[in-house]
């Protein structure tokens, strides 16, 4: 029986689990994409109304989009090491699943280098959030990348946002369009918006976009334009990922340089990486601080 099953097709293998497991073969279909067993049969709890073969096309499409040939697959995985790094405030359901899936990708061979690569993403993916095996192609999934693109988010390029913050695909648009509307507070405009969510997909997160208030109030009271925050902000959107507490430290950084007031507002709007520096990098271009803004 098993040297009969060995020489199978693909399609014969699966139509064959699925009479033995009775499960119409999504649960062997799952297995195949590199799923445990039980996180398949959690993953078919939520597909119980979808056909084997519309599963099939979806997860297709899917890998198409997240995991295009012709990219540098190891980008996605340093624009998330990244992130990590500077986020340093309390964060949200979202975003908990979201590190969850890093680490379970992290833990792999290659690390999170690995983000970018289907055959060892999609599964973790999958079993971080299944739901997403339940969205429409029609209805959902390609609205939401036409969205995307009318805001400034080049096609080829809208892997890194679903890869990097998953919950964006999940997500209905009119709720995604709203957090967005809720960028033009930092002064954001038209294509602005696109180009915040390249370079900071978790700018969608309720935890991120709530830290915005606590960084404006932080500046005010070091008495920096909310201007000169919100170009800040607009140029290096990871700066809403940083906790005040974080951020004072940095700033105390530039006080003992005479960077202060009006003249803060100035660097950390045509520098505000700077922010993110840590006080040993810091020291290191200060002498080039101090010769361009200090005393």
């Known amino acids: 029986m098993e040297s009969e099953f060995a020489t199978l097709g693909f399609k014969e293998k699966v139509a064959y689990m699925a009479k ?15 799923l445990s067993l039980s996180s398949s049969m959690n993953a078919a709890r939520y597909l119980h109304g979808e056909s084997l073969p519309n599963l099939i096309h979806k997860v297709k499409y899917m890998k198409e989009i997240l995991f295009p040939s ?12 990244c992130m990590m790094m500077n986020l340093s405030i309390p964060i949200d359901e ?15 061979r ?13 599964r973790y993916l999958v079993e971080s959030f299944p739901r997403i095996l339940l969205l429409p192609i029609d209805s959902h999934l390609k609205p939401m990348m036409e969205f995307l693109e009318s805001i400034g988010v080049p096609k080829e390029r809208m892997r890194e946002i679903f890869l990097l913050f998953p919950p964006v695909i999940i997500c209905d648009i009119t709720g995604i369009n709203k957090k967005v509307q809720a960028l033009k507070k930092v002064g954001a405009v038209d294509k602005d918006f696109g180009k915040m969510l390249l370079k900071y997909p978790w700018i969608l997160s309720t935890a991120i976009q709530e830290n915005y208030k606590e960084v404006v109030f932080f500046f005010h009271m070091e008495k920096v334009d909310k201007s000169s925050v919100d170009t800040a902000i ?8 940083c906790s005040t507490s974080k951020l004072k430290v940095m700033v105390e950084q530039f006080a003992e340089l005479g960077v202060r007031n009006k003249k803060l507002g100035q660097v950390i709007s045509k520098s505000p990486q700077l922010l993110l520096r840590k006080p040993q990098e810091f020291l290191k271009i200060s002498d080039l601080i101090v010769k361009l803004w200090g005393r």
């Open 234 to 241: 607009r140029s290096w959107p990871h700066i809403l990922g």
């Open 20 to 34: 033995e497991k009775g499960d119409n073969g999504k649960v062997a279909f799952l297995e195949s994409l590199g």
């Open 110 to 122: 290659g690390g999170l280098d690995m983000l970018g690569y289907s055959d060892v993403t999609f």
């Open 70 to 81: 012709n990219d540098d697959k190891r980008l996605v995985g340093k624009y998330a090491r």
């Open 94 to 108: 979202d975003l908990q699943k979201t590190l969850s899936l890093f680490e379970k990708v992290e833990a792999r």
